[in-house]
């Protein structure tokens, strides 16, 4: 049953103007922060599970701070089961924050730790020792309305080197530092600006599973099982390549580069998450190699899915001028994600810039699937190319495209019921308390289309009988454009009398006997072997060698 064009259009529009959201990428849990005269605080944002360790180290030469300088490093740690209280708060409005022992508001309960560490001079700053005899206990914050709770949870264990911290709970955590310089011995006021001081504070939080957030644990697992479905993927495809070589089609190919291409990425992400959780941060290089490469895999899947709708190879030998529409499709698909990509890994995606990347991508996925959409028969690819199978009446090959239009209806309402689930779960709501199936929004859109890729290989898998689905060349495509275009034809001269032309009654049945005639005479004059033999070595071109093979099949 078709929709009505308008809530098909407001379908689709819903469903790729809501695949793109600003992603954060993977949480890295070691931070290295210049501390100076200018910048004495530092912000840090994570999702940590429960009994991760936070450690604070200090290092420097002992020249670049004076030996008059001592330091007053205090530290708040705060717990929240607002995803969003956590990560979508500025770094200014953090730092009020610092202390805070309520909620911000009702309901958005928590905990919250806090401490300080005095250091003498420079030397003793820089020296590795365990800060406290114990760890400092944590409180739960209160009611905006209320007042301070004397409640107070105590750990048990004790402190390592290095360690001034204990996360409490599977949970977002805000962790603030504050570093404070005092003079001793001298009038603050008059020699303040004589006094400079930097040093880099190291920042690492290790819980059960090393450095990997509770987070991007899950996704990490996703990104392995996918890396173990693409290389099964990949091994199926080039053994049915291997067994049926020399009947593979041109889409084949095209079908065997999108399965590499995944497997690389999957790969590649991968080993970016576990770069992660063994040394708490990531290569910038890698990571933008893995965003480029992810770039360029979701531009060829886009093109895959756009030339399986065109029918290439199975009622078009080629693409005609269809192709510069195609390349630049891809060529924009590609420069905008990558451009997106990078930003996002280098930290400039925020914005302006943010806006329109998304914009762009939203844009582009919109126009791809607006072009292949079956909701508008008379314009749309797929639509063209079943109708054009019907004529023909060629079963085989309409059975095919039947199954990957459902295939696609499917995609579009599993989307759609997506997009309803992540905009009731993590947008449409105050507090987001789900961050734990945070990963399932990425995870989801990868999944979708190895779905889809399954199916295109299923369907134009190689196989003995492949050249069924191939382009039959008896069929002149001139003579398609020419039935295409006499309906029209016939409906614009309807009712005028057409002068100078004579009915001819014989027209059809002179046709028809004319090519029964070529045909006999084929049959007759040129023998089997002689096909076989001779008249690949006379053609040269493809095409010409599947043309002879088709024109024998139908003559037997």
């Known amino acids: 049953m078709k929709m009505p064009d308008a809530q098909t259009r407001r379908l689709w529009l819903l469903l790729f103007s809501s695949v793109f959201r600003l992603v954060a990428g993977a949480e890295v849990s070691v931070w290295n ?10 912000v840090f944002q994570k999702t940590l599970y429960a009994n991760t360790t936070i450690f604070m180290k200090f290092q420097s030469d002992s020249g670049s701070c004076d030996r008059n300088l001592a330091f007053n490093i205090s530290w708040y740690l705060r717990s929240s089961v607002c995803y969003n209280e956590v990560f979508n708060t500025p770094d200014n409005k953090a730092m009020n924050m610092f202390g805070m022992d309520h909620m911000l508001k009702d309901g958005w309960s928590g905990f919250y730790s806090q401490g300080y560490m005095y250091f003498d001079n420079c030397s003793s700053l820089f020296l590795p020792k365990v800060y406290y005899a114990d760890f400092n206990p944590y409180q739960p914050l209160t009611s905006p309305k209320s007042d301070p709770s004397n409640q107070s949870l105590i750990w048990p264990d004790k402190p390592d080197i290095s360690a001034v911290a204990k996360a409490w709970e599977d949970s977002p955590y805000l962790f603030i530092v504050k570093v404070q310089p005092l003079f001793r011995g001298v009038d603050d006021e008059d020699v303040a600006e004589q006094f400079n001081f930097a040093f880099t504070m190291k920042v690492e939080m290790k819980g059960p599973h090393d450095y990997s957030s509770p987070a991007d644990w899950p996704l990490m697992m996703f990104f392995m099982a996918m890396c173990i479905v693409y290389v099964f993927f990949g091994a199926l495809w080039l053994f049915w390549c291997a067994c049926y070589w020399r009947d593979l089609l041109r889409i084949q190919f095209w079908i065997g580069a999108v399965i590499i291409l995944g497997m690389l990425e999957k790969a590649v992400f991968y080993s970016e998450y576990q770069s992660i959780r063994y040394k708490g941060d990531y290569v910038q290089g890698a990571v933008i190699f893995a965003e480029l490469l992810s770039a360029l895999k979701r531009s060829l899947a886009r093109i895959l899915v756009l030339i399986v709708s065109l029918g290439y190879g199975i009622v078009k030998p080629r693409l005609g001028t269809t192709v510069h529409r195609l390349v630049a499709v891809g060529l924009l698909y590609l420069l905008f994600s990558s451009v997106e990509g990078v930003l996002r890994v280098t930290g400039g995606f925020n914005g302006t810039v943010a806006l329109v990347a998304n914009l762009s991508l939203s844009l582009i996925d919109s126009c791809v699937m607006w072009w292949i959409s079956f909701t508008q028969p008379a314009k749309t690819l797929l639509s063209q190319t079943t109708r054009l199978l019907k004529l023909r009446r060629n079963v085989v090959k309409l059975s095919l495209y039947q199954h990957f239009t459902n295939t696609l209806i ?3 309402v599993a989307s759609i019921i997506f997009i309803i689930w992540t905009g009731k779960v993590f947008q449409l709501v105050d507090c987001q308390t789900g961050w734990r199936d945070l990963w399932v929004e990425d995870a989801f859109w990868r999944l979708l289309f190895s779905t889809i890729l399954l199916v295109i290989m ?13 382009h039959s060349p008896l069929i002149d495509e001139d003579d398609e454009e020419e039935d295409a275009k006499e309906p029209m034809l016939n409906e614009a001269f309807e009712g005028m009398k057409m002068r100078g032309s004579k009915p001819d009654s014989n027209g059809s049945q002179k046709l028809l006997s004319k090519e029964d005639e070529d045909l006999k005479w084929v049959e007759e004059n040129i023998p089997t072997t002689v096909a076989d033999v001779a008249l690949p070595v006379m053609l040269d071109e493809e095409e010409e060698i599947l043309k002879t093979k088709m024109e024998r099949s139908k003559m037997e």
Do not use: E, G, H, Y
Request: aromatic residues 8%; charged residues 20%.
């Open 410 to 412: 499917f995609s579009v």
């Open 33 to 42: 922060v210049d501390i100076n005269s200018t910048k004495d605080a530092s």
């Open 458 to 470: 299923v369907l134009l898998r190689p196989s003995a009988n492949s050249q069924r689905f191939s």
